[in-house]
């Protein structure tokens, strides 16, 4: 997907019988996700007019459509929906689209390569980035605060980095008596 479309829900399975869609939403305002329409796949091929028909937990019962029947609905589970950049707000100066932040670099603030972005993980608190380590298949969360990340870089791809202490693996050491 190019950096053109930006992923703001997902479609999690049928909801009932009658063809409605249980719909995931990752926007800020979750209702939001009806005014993006229409939304894509994550090819951009299949478009998708969403219509948000009531909450229910953990998301909304929405149609589309080209669904009619329970089993059309489940057939579309998983799919991603993204919206065009474009439709979305433009955000201040301290604030960025997880999409924007996976697969910066991320250097620590003497200049050592870390790793990279892999995800942008929100569990109720702050937002938490899961670090790829440089040369490594090891993963670590950092927490994405402006202590923690000083500089976000996008133009060059980057993040300044200054870890709290044990956030970050310690290399294995070995004694000689």
Do not use: W
Not at 20 to 29: G, T, V, W
Not at 78 to 97: C, K, M
């Amino acid at each position: 997907m190019s950096n053109e479309h930006i992923c703001v829900g997902v479609i999690s399975g049928a909801y009932g019988v009658q063809g409605e869609l249980r719909i995931k939403s990752f926007c800020a305002i979750p209702e939001d996700i009806e005014h993006y329409s229409p939304l894509t796949d994550a090819r951009g091929h299949e478009k998708f007019q969403l219509a948000i028909l009531r909450p229910i937990k953990n998301g909304f019962a929405a149609r589309l459509p080209q669904v009619s029947s329970k089993e059309d609905a489940d057939a579309l589970r998983g799919t991603q929906l993204f919206a065009q950049r474009d439709q979305l707000p433009s955000l201040p100066d301290d604030e960025f689209y997880h999409a924007d932040l996976i697969g910066l670099q991320v250097y620590d603030t003497g200049g050592v390569l870390l790793g990279r972005v892999k995800t942008v993980q929100n569990h109720g608190a702050d937002d938490l980035l899961e670090l790829q380590l440089s040369g490594s298949s090891t993963t670590t969360f950092l927490p994405f605060t402006k202590a923690a990340v000083p500089t976000v870089d996008l133009a060059s791809g980057r993040l300044v980095a200054d870890p709290p202490d044990g956030v970050m693996p310690t290399p294995k050491t070995a004694t000689r008596d």
